[in-house]
Structures are given as C-alpha cells and as structure tokens.
C-alpha cells in the first residue's frame, strides 16, 4: 500500500491544520489507518487510529482537540488539528495496517510547524 500525506506547514499556536492522507495499491477491505508524529530528540508517538469501521482513538495528548476521519472510499483518512500548542510540531507521519496494531506501510511524513 502507497501512502502519500499532504497538508502540513506553518500555523501559529491556537491554529488549525488538517492533514490528508490517499492510499492506493491492495487495499483490504477490513484495515486501520492511523497518524504517528516524531519530533526531534522524542520517541515516535501514535497520535490517531481509525478503523476501516470508523473505530477511532486518540493520544491523550491531543483528545478533543484532534479529530481522525476517513472518506467515504476508505482509501483517505484526514487528521483536523484545532488549537494547536507549540508540543505539537513534529514530522506526521500516515500509516496503514491490515490490523489494528499492527502497521506496515508508511508514509514520506509532513512536516508541522507550531509558531508565533
């Protein structure tokens, strides 16, 4: 599965961003797609999942201020990031996995930068 991220940049603290994310190549009907972030000198941290059934769950760290969605074909999965704090920036990486555990394709990564 090819996996190709869009959507990052530049926003001030309190800003919003959402990232998209299209899968394409032998896509399984049942799957999890999901959003990782590292940041420098920080361990790689599962921020979002979303099964191909709409089961989602978040990282504590972003819980009501991030929102994980997919598109009616399943092949896109977005992530709505709202009021963004300066612990957020980091490289978001999207993910794909034939379970819910368990990834084996990623994306390049798109990069997040929170500053005034």
């Known amino acids: 599965v090819q996996l190709v991220e869009s959507g990052g940049g530049l926003v001030q603290p309190g800003g919003s961003l959402r990232l998209s994310c299209a899968a394409s190549?032998?896509?399984?009907?049942?799957?999890?797609m999901a959003w990782y972030r590292q940041a420098p000198g920080k361990e790689r941290e599962l921020v979002a999942r979303?099964?191909?059934?709409?089961?989602?769950n978040y990282a504590d760290s972003v819980k009501g201020r991030f929102t994980i969605s997919r598109d009616n074909t399943k092949t896109t999965v977005y992530l709505q990031m709202n009021s963004l704090k300066p612990e957020d920036p980091a490289v978001y990486y999207c993910?794909?996995?034939?379970?819910?555990?368990?990834?084996?394709?990623w994306g390049q990564g798109t990069q997040v930068t929170v500053s005034s």
């Open positions: 993910v794909y996995g034939s379970q819910w555990h368990n990834f084996d394709s």
């Open positions: 190549g032998s896509i399984s009907s049942i799957n999890t």
């Open positions: 979303i099964s191909s059934g709409g089961l989602a």
